[in-house]
């Protein structure tokens, strides 16, 4: 009798459905652990950002402890500094308040005038529907008011979960290696150490274009509303700058707020339109020029794919979804790329790739030659 293992052969129908009944097991598994994971996954994106100042701090002879401390420290000064000053810009509000408060009361006016004359609506319908809202509104304010202290202690949370696992990714790096060797022990080390390499090449090539993008787009911004005359430019143009965490709609989403404010506060309404427009002129810039040239050669996730990944991750895990999307993505790429029976879906994901002109002269052909041949060596090489 042959006791040799035999392949068992699934029809293509078996194959799709386990594989359908994968898809739906993990993306179950990934929103039940979202209060793990998230905190997880941004504490791996910051433990890549901070590996070269660790390291640089390692080579200054600092103990491998102290240097991840340090790097901490400094990455709460950040923070707090950050903060302070947002803090500072929300506070500053409270001087016009009256007067947003006044010109409130005169739009609103303008609004009811309006519903009176032009849509036949009296004054006291209006009143009342005004009545009934606030009172709907004061009896959920408990509600919302618990829901935003459970929100802020649960963000804390994650604040000291991610810190935690900062410590401890940078503290057994080296640990961690070793692991995935022994996981993938019939892979050459080479592959397994290329593979890692790509990894945080992307990760740190990200997050450094990205810092770069938020203070081009911020500038760019806050001198439109300098112009414009705005009050808090710089802060309502950071603001927006930093809402470009969220791909092609987060500078859109951040025009809505000054250009409320520039209504309220300004004598001319058309100056809340032109915030709008300095705002869909900085979205045109960073979406055709900015981010591209500076992220996207770094993550190269083709447009369609980036729109479906962000609705699946938003679905998935909320605002941080969005947030966490690209990074995530392009990781995924990296290992498909690497895995052959994998690659088919790396190369969907990816960009597409330009066609090449035709080679029209002998110039041309001896110029293509050498990359040819070039080319050609990479792949033996790799095989």
Same mark, same amino acid.
């Given at each position: 009798?042959?006791?040799?293992?035999?392949?068992?052969?699934?029809?293509?129908?078996?194959?799709?459905?386990?594989?359908?009944?994968?898809?739906?097991?993990?993306?179950?598994?990934?929103?039940?652990?979202?209060?793990?994971?998230?905190? !997880?996954?941004?504490?791996?994106?910051?433990?890549?950002? +901070?590996?070269?100042?660790?390291? @640089?701090? #390692?080579?200054?002879?600092?103990?491998?402890?102290?240097?991840?401390?340090?790097?901490?420290? +400094?990455?709460?000064?950040?923070?707090?500094?950050?903060?302070?000053?947002?803090? !500072?810009?929300?506070?500053?509000?409270?001087?016009?308040?009256?007067?947003?408060?006044? &010109?409130?009361? #005169?739009?609103?006016?303008?609004?009811?005038?309006?519903?009176?004359?032009?849509?036949?609506?009296?004054?006291?319908?209006?009143?009342?529907? $005004?009545? =009934?809202?606030?009172?709907?509104?004061?009896? #959920?304010? *408990?509600?919302?008011?618990?829901?935003?202290?459970?929100?802020?202690?649960?963000?804390?949370?994650?604040?000291?979960? $991610?810190?935690?696992?900062?410590?401890?990714?940078? +503290?057994?790096?080296?640990?961690?290696?070793?692991?995935?060797? %022994?996981?993938?022990?019939?892979? @050459? &080390?080479?592959?397994?150490?290329?593979?890692?390499?790509?990894?945080?090449?992307?990760?740190?090539?990200?997050?450094?274009?990205?810092?770069?993008?938020? +203070?081009?787009?911020?500038?760019?911004?806050?001198?439109?509303?300098?112009?414009? *005359?705005?009050?808090?430019?710089?802060?309502?143009?950071?603001?927006?700058?930093?809402?470009? !965490?969220?791909?092609?709609?987060?500078?859109?989403?951040?025009?809505?707020?000054?250009?409320?404010?520039?209504? $309220?506060?300004?004598?001319?309404?058309?100056?809340?339109?032109?915030?709008?427009?300095?705002?869909?002129?900085?979205?045109?810039?960073?979406?055709?020029?900015?981010?591209?040239?500076?992220?996207?050669? =770094?993550?190269?996730?083709?447009?369609?794919?980036?729109?479906?990944?962000?609705?699946?991750?938003?679905?998935?895990? *909320?605002?941080?979804?969005?947030?966490?999307?690209?990074?995530?993505?392009?990781?995924? %790429?990296?290992?498909?790329?690497?895995?052959?029976?994998?690659?088919?879906?790396?190369?969907?994901? *990816?960009?597409?790739?330009?066609? &090449?002109?035709?080679?029209?002269?002998?110039?041309?052909?001896?110029?293509?030659?050498? %990359?040819?041949?070039?080319?050609?060596?990479?792949?033996?090489?790799?095989?």
């Amino acid at each position: 009798m042959d006791t040799r293992a035999r392949e068992v052969k699934l029809p293509s129908y078996a194959k799709i459905a386990c594989v359908l009944l994968s898809m739906v097991i993990i993306v179950y598994g990934l929103h039940a652990l979202q209060g793990l994971l998230i905190p !997880l996954v941004f504490a791996i994106l910051f433990s890549v950002l +901070l590996f070269p100042l660790a390291q @640089r701090l #390692e080579n200054w002879k600092i103990p491998r402890v102290g240097a991840i401390i340090l790097c901490l420290i +400094l990455t709460l000064a950040v923070i707090v500094g950050i903060l302070y000053a947002v803090s !500072l810009q929300i506070s500053s509000f409270a001087e016009v308040l009256p007067q947003l408060i006044k &010109r409130g009361n #005169e739009y609103l006016n303008e609004l009811q005038t309006y519903a009176d004359e032009r849509l036949n609506i009296d004054r006291q319908r209006q009143v009342a529907e $005004v009545r =009934k809202y606030l009172n709907q509104a004061l009896s #959920e304010g *408990g509600t919302i008011l618990t829901s935003t202290l459970l929100a802020t202690t649960s963000t804390l949370t994650d604040i000291f979960l $991610v810190l935690l696992f900062i410590f401890f990714f940078l +503290l057994y790096r080296d640990f961690f290696r070793s692991f995935f060797y %022994k996981v993938f022990h019939g892979t @050459r &080390r080479s592959k397994i150490d290329s593979v890692m390499s790509g990894i945080y090449d992307v990760v740190k090539d990200y997050l450094a274009g990205l810092v770069l993008v938020i +203070l081009i787009i911020g500038t760019l911004m806050t001198v439109g509303l300098f112009i414009l *005359g705005i009050d808090y430019a710089i802060f309502f143009g950071f603001f927006g700058a930093c809402l470009v !965490l969220i791909p092609y709609f987060g500078i859109s989403i951040g025009s809505l707020l000054p250009a409320a404010y520039a209504l $309220v506060t300004q004598d001319n309404p058309l100056k809340a339109l032109g915030v709008i427009g300095v705002f869909l002129f900085v979205q045109t810039l960073e979406g055709n020029f900015i981010t591209p040239y500076i992220v996207g050669s =770094k993550v190269s996730i083709n447009p369609l794919a980036a729109i479906i990944v962000l609705i699946l991750w938003e679905n998935v895990w *909320g605002f941080p979804g969005l947030v966490l999307a690209l990074p995530m993505t392009a990781i995924i %790429k990296v290992i498909f790329d690497a895995v052959e029976p994998l690659q088919p879906y790396g190369f969907l994901i *990816g960009e597409a790739e330009k066609p &090449r002109p035709p080679i029209k002269n002998f110039q041309q052909l001896a110029d293509h030659l050498p %990359k040819r041949a070039k080319k050609i060596g990479e792949i033996d090489e790799k095989t």
